[in-house]
Nanobody, 125 residues
Framework: QVQLVESGGGLVQAGGSLRLSCAAS????????MGWFRQAPGKEREFVAA????????YYAESVKGRFTISRNNAKNILYLQMNSLKPEDTAVYYC??????????????????WGQGTQVTVSS
């Protein structure tokens, strides 16, 4: 399995920006589609963004489209999530995840089988 460690979360005012990073190890990073999910208190974990193995394709949840950008550096084994124009409703624990081997790109939570520990993002109004 892929080992994943997120960083970059924090407290930011509404309208601000944060960039999350996810460092991967233990496998050939470029072989795995990747994604970001988030979970707010009392809510289920939800899809945020996904990127294909070679970064040619990306998907976004409607709620973040136009504000968030997912990217990856396969040479450095790092996944990113640039978050702009943040809103209080973006407050959540953000998780990076690696899809199961052989999956080219997916938005389904069940298709991801390696998860980081999460990083807290808090957006104040």
């Amino acid at each position: 399995q892929v080992q994943l460690v997120e960083s970059g979360g924090g407290l930011v005012q509404a309208g601000g920006s944060l960039r999350l990073s996810c460092a991967a190890s233990g496998v050939t990073f470029s072989n795995y589609a990747m994604g970001w999910f988030r979970q707010a208190p009392g809510k289920e974990r939800e899809f945020v963004a996904a990127i294909s193995r070679g970064a040619a394709f990306t998907y976004y949840a409607e709620s973040v489209k136009g504000r968030f950008t997912i990217s990856r550096n396969n040479a450095k084994n790092i996944l990113y999530l640039q978050m702009n124009s943040l809103k209080p409703e973006d407050t959540a624990v953000y998780y990076c995840a690696a899809a199961k081997a052989g999956v080219s790109i997916t938005t389904a939570l069940a298709d991801f089988d390696s998860w980081g520990q999460g990083t807290q993002v808090t957006v104040s109004s």
